[in-house]
T-cell receptor, first 114, second 110 residues
Framework: GAGVSQSPRYKVAKRGQDVALRCDPISGHVSLFWYQQALGQGPEFLTYFQNEAQLDKSGLPSDRFFAERPEGSVSTLKIQRTQQEDSAVYLC????????????FGPGTRLTVL | GENVEQHPSTLSVQEGDSAVIKCTYSDSASNYFPWYKQELGKRPQLIIDIRSNVGEKKDQRIAVTLNKTAKHFSLHITETQPEDSAVYFCAASGDDKIIFGKGTRLHILP
């Protein structure tokens, strides 16, 4: 595709609801990253895939957060039992091979938990 | 793990003047240092990057310098223009994840 796409662009959830955020990376990109960006802050690393393998999930804030990339392309970030502190923009990025290659970001999903 | 510190958090410069943003990193294994520009409500966009085998890189009005010994790197924007107003993020990476600084909000004053 032309670039990284994410859906939905905006999501409003009631506290306690589960949400699923989707990322479509650039076709052929091996690496995929999820970040959380709170208002006025830099992107905070959540997790990283190389193809379908999740190589690092050290940034996931709790066991309510789960990410998968079963076929090595599209990825889903799932948040269970959402809390107000989960409100943020969730950014996805992909790179050709590894983290040391240029990362291309998607437009993000703005999650608001009421 | 890697830690990236970025200063200043806010910077105001007169149009036409230069702007400098500085970052330090902690992990000596880091070898890739990108800089991203993020306009309000938009995605981060790469503006320049540098690898650890190079001390300086320039692209038109933008330059980045890297001091591996001191573990710091800087972004220099010359002849600033109104469209340079944005939030700028530095980052550091080894062969795995990229760690971002907290950002610098750059205001270009008319």
């Amino acid at each position: 595709g032309a670039g990284v796409s994410q859906s939905p662009r905006y999501k409003v959830a009631k506290r306690g609801q589960d949400v699923a955020l989707r990322c479509d990376p650039i076709s052929g990109h091996v690496s995929l990253f999820w970040y959380q960006q709170a208002l006025g802050q830099g992107p905070e690393f959540l997790t990283y895939f190389q193809n379908e393998a999740q190589l690092d999930k050290s940034g996931l804030p709790s066991d309510r957060f789960f990410a998968e990339r079963p076929e090595g392309s599209v990825s889903t970030l799932k948040i269970q039992r959402t809390q107000q502190e989960d409100s943020a923009v969730y950014l996805c990025a992909s790179s050709f091979q590894k983290a040391g290659d240029e990362q291309f970001f998607g437009p993000g999903t703005r999650l608001t938990v009421l | 793990g890697e830690n990236v510190e970025q200063h200043p958090s806010t910077l105001s410069v007169q149009e036409g003047d230069s702007a400098v943003i500085k970052c330090t990193y902690s992990d000596s294994a880091s070898n890739y240092f990108p800089w991203y520009k993020q306009e309000l409500g938009k995605r981060p966009q790469l503006i320049i990057d540098i690898r650890s085998n190079v001390g300086e890189k320039k692209d038109q009005r933008i330059a980045v310098t890297l001091n591996k010994t001191a573990k710091h790197f800087s972004l220099h924007i010359t002849e600033t223009q109104p469209e340079d107003s944005a939030v700028y993020f530095c980052a550091a990476s080894g062969d795995d994840k990229i760690i971002f600084g907290k950002g610098t909000r750059l205001h270009i004053l008319p």
